[in-house]
């Protein structure tokens, strides 16, 4: 049984990856928290669950990049949310799942795009042609 003290929101974790082995305890908690309710809920409401549990699941992944780098329990956090999309997409609509696959890649791309701006938009954007020296 779980401690929900020790049960972290899984939205948390998708804006601050876990750090420690007991943050990562609590989001997986969250998560198989948000699992059960799936399970437990009238078939007619579990899309609407799936659709809030399936993007949060691909939000915690990583890219190859990113995950060398990651803490142990950022990796851990991946391959579980990994494992848990392999095991759950059989069972919902494989268009669902790519929806949300698209739209997480859309957010992430937003997100660099926005850091690319405000990094342009601080350079000088007035240069002098002449050389006064």
Known sequence: M???????????AERSRPQ???ELLGVLEGVRALEALVQAADESQRPQLAAI??????SFLLDENALGSAPAA???L?????????RLGPQHSASRLEAAVKGNQES???KASGATRS???SSPSITLKTNFL
């Open 2 to 12: 779980c401690s929900w003290s020790h049960v972290t929101p899984p939205q948390r």
């Open 20 to 22: 420690s082995p007991e």
């Open 53 to 58: 549990l399936l993007p949060l699941l691909i």
């Open 74 to 76: 950022s990796r851990s």
């Open 78 to 86: 991946h391959e579980a949310a990994l494992k848990d999309l392999m």
């Open 108 to 110: 992430l791309n937003a």
């Open 119 to 121: 990094a342009a938009k």
